[in-house]
């Protein structure tokens, strides 16, 4: 309990460890921008213009929003990244962040770029998790008309079979290299077939230990009765469940979707049942890990805490391998390090890719953070706290 009592995310010293004088000056400027959504809006609009225009932007992008959010633009650079965080005992998810092109030939390409990343993970005890988006490797449409259960032509069944061909290869090189595989969650209008194909894999791989995990967004009402479904049915066919637990993404874009479209949102009635839900899913995951493997990808304290807390009052070690807490790279900074410094498994989420083509990603990360009342003020105070305590002005 000793160990317990001395975890805190107020920790500036522990969280900023792995940050230079000139690094946490940078994320000081950085984060003072970001909180700015005038600022934001305007790079959103102007950035992709930029890039089509071929003006000079790269250098700029690469030293401010990318170093801080990015692992490197390629593979090599993002392992440099993980080598310097894995000296604090911090892991991390390799996630390509090249948001999906479209074509057959690029879901193709794809493959070999996500396998390439495991066969290297396997190298190295830093690298534990690598992610992926089903809709890397298959068109929006296609997914769209299997969530509603119409009926495919045959060329769209041969399509599918393709996708399920490509999700399988990647899951299959996960088991083979014992990497993880984190399967992101999408829009609800598309997740029934990524929850199908996801079953499917931990069925094939999750036999004796945790290979693959779903991804169960919170935000949405319906989503912890149907982690409890989902363990019933790992049960039921002989397989272990992982369980990514995550508050949510796709918020304005669902709650849109459904004024428009007049049916009932899927997304909870406020950011306290929202929490409640979160709360009750880490219980839930605890109380059964003898059945499935918990994922606590979060930058909210009190449940990264209460997570913290139950391990210690059911006498299960820090380090068990079937808990995992994940924040992203270039925030949350706190969390982070003081977990890993009490001996907690905890990893940061690095995205990795061009530049140009990983923009999309980081400005809906820039967008995220605006919108997160509260969350820029915290990432600001704590800095500003460890610049003072470091005596930087």
């Not at 989420?349 to 400005?363: A, E, N, Q, S």
């Not at 820039?366 to 820029?376: K, L, P, R, V």
Request: proline share 4%; net charge neutral; hydrophobic share 40%.
């Amino acid at each position: 309990m000793e160990k317990q009592l001395s975890l805190s995310f107020d920790n500036t010293a522990i969280a900023f460890e792995a940050k230079t004088d000139h690094a946490l000056k940078k994320a000081n400027f950085l984060f003072s921008n970001i909180g700015k959504p005038w600022l934001v809006k305007f790079g959103s609009v102007m950035t992709p213009i930029a890039f089509k225009l071929r003006l000079p932007i790269k250098g700029i992008i690469k030293n401010t929003i990318f170093s801080q959010f990015c692992g490197g633009e390629s593979l090599e650079e993002a392992a440099t990244t993980a080598l310097q965080l894995g000296n604090y005992h911090v892991g991390v998810v390799l996630d390509y962040g090249v948001e999906a092109m479209e074509g057959e030939d690029s879901y193709d390409a794809a493959v070999p770029e996500f396998i390439r990343a495991i066969q290297y993970a396997a190298t190295r005890p830093d690298i534990p998790f690598i992610a992926i988006k089903v809709t890397g490797f298959a068109r929006f449409e296609l997914l769209e008309k299997v969530h509603r259960k119409e009926t495919l032509t045959t060329a769209e069944q041969e399509e599918y079979i393709r996708v399920r061909g490509r999700v399988r290869a990647i899951a299959e090189a996960g088991a083979k290299h014992n990497v993880a595989i984190l399967i992101d969650a999408e829009e609800s209008w598309i997740q029934g077939p990524v929850d199908e194909l996801t079953d499917e894999m931990m069925a094939l791989f999750n036999k004796d230990k945790v290979i693959i995990y779903n991804t169960f967004q919170m935000y949405c009402h319906d989503r912890y009765a149907f982690l409890q479904v989902s363990l019933a049915k790992a049960q039921e066919k002989g397989y272990l469940l992982g369980a990514k637990l995550v508050r949510g993404a796709y918020m304005e874009k669902e709650n849109k979707r459904a004024a428009e479209n007049n049916y009932p949102t899927p997304i909870q009635p406020s950011k306290a049942a929202t929490d409640k839900d979160y709360d009750a899913a880490v219980k839930f995951c605890i109380d059964n890990l003898d059945k499935l493997a918990i994922f606590i990808g979060t930058h909210n304290e009190n449940s990264c805490m209460l997570a913290a807390h139950m391990l210690d009052q059911k006498g299960i070690p820090h380090n068990h391998s079937h808990v995992s807490f994940s924040q992203l790279l270039g925030m949350s900074d706190n969390i982070t390090f003081n977990l890993a410094h009490a001996g907690y498994n905890v990893t940061k989420y690095l995205p990795y890719g061009p530049v140009k083509d990983v923009m999309p990603y980081l400005l809906r990360r820039a967008q995220e953070n605006t919108s997160i009342a509260g969350q820029m003020g915290r990432e600001l105070g704590l800095i500003r706290k460890e610049m003072k305590r470091r005596g930087l002005n």
